[in-house]
């Protein structure tokens, strides 16, 4: 299994980001890893997003934090890429356990899906940057951890109602997850599987969010998101098992 070549502007934005947590953290800096939409197979000119995780030896001091702070400021002046980071920073002793670890850059913060991460990591879906390789340190996931980790992914989405094709998308993927009891796919992978799989009804809403997240999407499209979210992402919670 081979993952797909990074875009250049992702291979800008992890080469920057490493070098400047390098130098802000020295030996604190454990490894940086990407994973997500990019590695996987995709359309030309598919959205993708920068997920990563940053593992760390030791806490952050105050002053790594605003330094971190000012580098993703420089970053976000880089590319639309590098102004769009999603990223955990976790230690070392919390990311070769199970539990959800705790976001060393916001304490508030755990990583819930924290079980789907490993378990894209187990199956060679990710990148290394830099330092450690994250196989060899987190803990391949149980399926109950991974139902656990999809039942946050559906609760996140249904904070989110703005996010249209977003909530689509990753509702495909909860569903196909738990219909094949494998969660290492990404939003296309799952968008193709429910036009084959799920009712005719939702292909509107489906090939309208591919094509927002293919930057084709109409104005069309975008009030075929806003009317059918609601219906789509009711259908997906009343399709998951009860617990």
Known sequence: MESP??????????????????????????SLFLYGAVAFPRPDHWHVDFDFHVLLNRTLTATEHE????????LAKMSELGADL????????????????THQLDPAVRDDAWALHRAHVHAGRYFLVAGRDPIAIVPEPAWSELEAGLRAELRFVNEHPGATAFGILNGCRILCSFENHDVVLSKHHAAEWALVSLPDVWHDAIRAAMRFYAQTATD?????LEREWPRFIGFVNEMLPVT
């Not at 069309?220 to 075929?224: A, L, S, V």
């Open 67 to 74: 330094a971190i702070r000012e580098l993703y400021d420089e």
């Open 5 to 30: 070549a990074l875009p250049d502007d992702a291979l800008a934005v992890a080469d920057a980001l490493r070098r400047g947590l390098e130098r802000i953290l020295g030996d604190a800096f454990a």
């Open 86 to 101: 999603d990223g955990y920073y976790v230690l070392l002793a919390d990311a070769a356990r199970s539990a959800p670890p």
């Open 220 to 224: 069309h499209d975008t009030r075929t």
